[in-house]
């Protein structure tokens, strides 16, 4: 099983509120990933986390705040976004953080209005 | 110089033609390649990883990695219809871990009856 299941599927916010985006596996990977994705662009890592702890921040603005409360959850908080924000964020999760396959999961779409 | 390139197609083939697609990239170091398919509107699906030079065959995928020359491909045999998605090429840059995949720009496939 490869599963890494998220939610929401979609997400419509204004650009004072406070939201919040879910990720989950049970695959027992120790690293995951939060990337970005515009329309016909290629993933953008964001962040990762290897063994629950922050490895890489791709120097992301602060209104994007990661948090890995255990090794099969991952959040992203969102706050004060702007519209350009707006795209596809996937989460992706491997064994480890050492070259091994990353797995997708279905994305949340979010739009900023 | 971008570190993964990739032509951007669209690559037409006929329905039960071998569609080959390529990705070079820039970095010596380099230890992991995979490749992806995409849907349009859905998130990447890993069919393919290589880690050694040569070919690696999974039903009708076949990847063929040469470091030397720093250069990996996709041979997709039969092409059907449902393969049409743009092919997304990764590596893993061997930057201190982390797992960081830098991904090419895709190449659109289409695969036409």
């Known amino acids: 099983d490869t599963e890494v299941t998220q939610t929401p599927k979609h997400l419509v916010m204004g650009m004072t509120n406070k939201k919040s985006l879910k990720c989950e596996q049970h695959?027992?990977?120790?690293?995951m990933y939060w990337y970005k994705q515009k329309a016909k662009k290629p993933p953008e890592l964001m962040f990762v986390y290897s063994y629950e702890k922050l490895s890489i921040n791709e120097s992301v603005p602060s209104r994007f705040s990661p948090e890995c409360p255990n090794s099969s959850l991952l959040n992203l908080h969102l706050h004060a976004l702007q519209p350009e924000d707006s795209a596809l964020y996937l989460c992706?999760?491997?064994?480890?953080?050492?070259?091994?396959?990353?797995?997708f999961g279905p994305g949340t779409r979010l739009t900023v209005t | 110089q971008k570190e993964v390139e990739q032509n951007s197609g669209p690559l037409s083939v006929p329905e039960g033609a071998i569609a080959s697609l390529n990705c070079t990239y820039s970095?010596?170091?380099?230890?992991?390649f995979f490749w992806y398919r995409q849907y349009s509107g859905k998130s990447p699906e890993l069919i393919m990883s290589?880690?050694?030079?040569g070919d690696k065959e999974d039903g009708r995928f076949t990847a063929q990695l040469n470091k030397a020359s720093q250069y990996v491909s996709l041979l997709i045999r039969d092409s059907q219809p449902s393969d049409s998605a743009t092919y997304l090429c990764?590596?893993?840059?061997?930057?201190?871990?982390?797992?960081?995949?830098?991904f090419g720009t895709g190449t659109q496939l289409k695969v036409e009856l």
């Open positions: 970095d010596r170091v380099s230890q992991s």
């Open positions: 695959m027992g990977h120790r690293a």
């Open positions: 990764a590596v893993s840059l061997a930057a201190g871990g982390g797992n960081k995949l830098t």
């Open positions: 290589i880690y050694s030079n």
């Open positions: 992706a999760s491997s064994y480890t953080d050492r070259g091994n396959e990353q797995y």
